[in-house]
C-alpha cells in the first residue's frame, strides 16, 4: 500500500506543481463546500469514532471547511519579490515553489482537523501528499479525503494510509520521494521522527504535546474565567494539546477560585457524545483511565487534595469523571507529564516572577494562557511565557488565519496562517543577467 501511495504521490506531483495557484483555488474551494455540506455525517462519524459530544465534532468539522477555503484564498498570495542588483543589467528574482510529495501523520484527538490541515496546506502550495490518520479515527480521515477527491483532486495528489504506525513511518520518510514531513502527535514520536527524516533531509513540521500553564492574577475577572476554562479544560475530555493542565491562581483569590472551579466542574454532563446535551464525553481508550488514576494517586500520595472526581464512572465506555486536585505540590507527577484527560491540578502562587518561573520550569511551549484586567500584565506575562501560542482572557489560540505551533520539545513550525502554507514551499533564487 505505501509502495503504491509513494509512486502515486510522485506523479500527481509533477502534474499538480504546474498548475495555477487560480486552479487550486477552484478545487480547494470546492472540497471546502462540500466538508459543509456533509457535516453533518462526518460529524456523526467522528463522535463514534473519537467519543467527543457531536456539538463539539459539529465545530470541528466546520473548522475543516473554513481551513480550507483559507488555504484555497492563502495560494494566491504566496508571493516572491524582486531584490535590487549591484550591478546594471542583472536582475534577482526570488520565487516560491512547492517542496515535493509531502506525509502527514496525524493524531486522532482532533481527526478531521489535524487531516485538513496538512492535506489543504500541501495542495494549496502545489504538493501532493500521503496522510497516515490514527487508526482509531480512520473513516473521519478517510471522510474528509472524499471530500477532496470529490472537488477533483486527481488522482494520486491525495493518498491515505493505514496500517501499523512503526513500519509505515520507516518505510515512507526512509524513501526519497517525499520532500516534506508533518506530525501532529507526541514529543516522544516527534523525536522519532525527526531522527528518521534526518538521513534524507525532509523538511519537518513537528506539533506535539504541551502542558500548557494557565495564571490566575489577583485582578482578573473570575466569572469570566471559570466560564473559559471550564469549557476549555473539559472539551474533549481534556484530551487536546492546548487544554489548560496547569492552574496557577494568586494566593488572595485561591479558595474563591477553586470553588467555583469545582461547583462548575461538577455540573458537566458526561455521556454518550451522540446524546443531546452532552458536555463531555469518553477517553478515546481503556489504557487512559489507568493513566488518569495514576495521576491521581501520585499527587494525593504527596499532599495534593482530592476535590472533585478522581474516579471512573461506572457505565459502559472509557469514561472519567471530570476531577479537580488542590494544593498540587510542583513535584507531583501530572504537574510534570501531560494528563491528556479531564484533570484540572491547582496550585497557589504569591509573586509574578515565581509564577511564570515555574510556568516555564518544563521543556515543553505549546499554548500558555493568563487571565488578568491589567494591561501591563498581560503584555509583560504573555512576553515572558515560553510557549508557541499564548492566550489572554480565552483560551482560543488557533483559528485557521492564524499560525499554530510549538517551541523548545514542543516542537517547532507552523500549522495554519501563511505560515501554515510556507512550510510546503520553498525559496529559490533566480539572477538573470543579459545575454
Not at 488514576?293 to 487534595?305: C, E, F, N, P, T
Request: charge should be negative.
Amino acid at each position: 500500500m505505501t509502495w503504491i501511495a509513494l509512486v502515486g504521490a510522485d506523479r500527481a506531483f509533477k502534474s499538480w506543481k504546474t498548475t495555477t495557484a487560480a486552479f487550486r483555488w477552484d478545487i480547494l474551494s470546492k472540497a471546502a463546500d462540500l466538508i459543509e455540506a456533509r457535516c453533518a455525517e462526518i460529524a456523526r462519524t467522528l463522535t463514534m469514532e473519537n467519543g467527543k459530544s457531536l456539538k463539539e465534532a459539529s465545530g470541528e468539522i466546520q473548522f475543516c471547511a473554513d481551513a480550507t477555503r483559507w488555504y484555497a484564498e492563502e495560494a494566491k498570495r504566496a508571493y516572491g519579490r524582486i531584490i535590487p542588483a549591484h550591478a546594471a543589467g542583472i536582475r534577482q528574482l526570488v520565487t516560491k515553489e512547492p517542496v515535493g510529495p509531502a506525509l502527514g501523520f496525524a493524531a486522532w484527538n482532533f481527526p478531521a482537523g489535524n487531516v485538513t490541515l496538512k492535506i489543504a496546506a500541501a495542495l494549496a502550495a502545489g504538493c501532493s501528499i500521503i496522510v497516515k490518520p490514527s487508526d482509531e479515527t480512520p473513516g473521519t480521515a478517510v471522510a474528509i479525503g472524499r471530500c477532496f477527491q470529490d472537488a477533483g483532486v486527481p488522482a494520486g495528489a491525495v493518498n491515505i494510509v493505514f496500517g501499523p504506525p512503526a513500519p509505515i513511518s520507516e518505510h515512507l520518510i526512509a524513501s526519497p520521494i517525499p520532500r516534506k514531513v508533518s506530525l501532529t502527535g507526541s514529543t516522544p514520536v516527534g523525536k522519532l521522527l525527526q531522527r528518521l527524516a534526518s538521513e534524507t533531509l525532509k523538511r519537518c513540521t513537528m506539533e506535539l504535546g504541551g502542558h500548557a500553564p494557565v495564571i490566575i492574577f489577583e485582578d482578573a475577572n473570575i466569572e469570566k474565567a471559570l466560564d473559559v476554562l471550564i469549557a476549555s479544560k473539559f472539551r474533549n475530555a481534556g484530551q487536546v494539546c492546548t487544554s489548560p493542565t496547569r492552574f496557577y491562581i494568586h494566593e488572595n483569590i485561591y479558595e474563591r477560585f477553586v470553588a467555583g472551579f469545582v461547583e462548575r466542574s461538577s455540573k458537566v454532563v458526561v455521556g454518550n457524545g451522540l446524546d443531546d446535551g452532552t458536555q463531555m464525553g469518553p477517553l478515546i481508550t481503556e489504557r487512559r483511565l489507568d493513566l488518569m488514576d495514576g495521576y491521581v494517586k501520585d499527587a494525593v500520595d504527596r499532599g495534593a487534595k482530592l476535590a472533585l472526581g478522581g474516579y471512573r464512572l461506572n457505565r459502559e465506555g472509557y469514561f472519567y469523571a471530570p476531577t479537580v486536585l488542590r494544593d498540587v505540590p510542583d513535584d507531583a507527577l501530572i504537574m510534570h507529564e501531560e494528563p491528556f484527560g479531564p484533570i484540572a491540578p491547582m496550585a497557589s502562587f504569591s509573586s509574578v516572577d515565581d509564577v511564570i518561573a515555574r510556568a516555564n520550569s518544563l521543556p515543553f511551549g505549546l499554548a500558555a494562557y493568563l487571565f488578568t484586567t491589567n494591561l501591563a500584565t498581560s503584555a509583560d506575562v504573555g512576553e515572558a511565557l515560553e510557549a508557541g501560542v499564548v492566550g489572554v482572557n480565552h483560551t482560543s489560540v488557533h483559528e485557521a488565519e492564524t499560525p499554530f505551533g510549538g517551541v523548545n520539545e514542543s516542537g517547532y513550525g507552523a500549522e495554519s496562517g501563511m505560515e501554515g502554507l510556507d512550510a510546503y514551499l520553498r525559496t529559490k533564487m533566480i539572477a538573470e543577467k543579459r545575454a
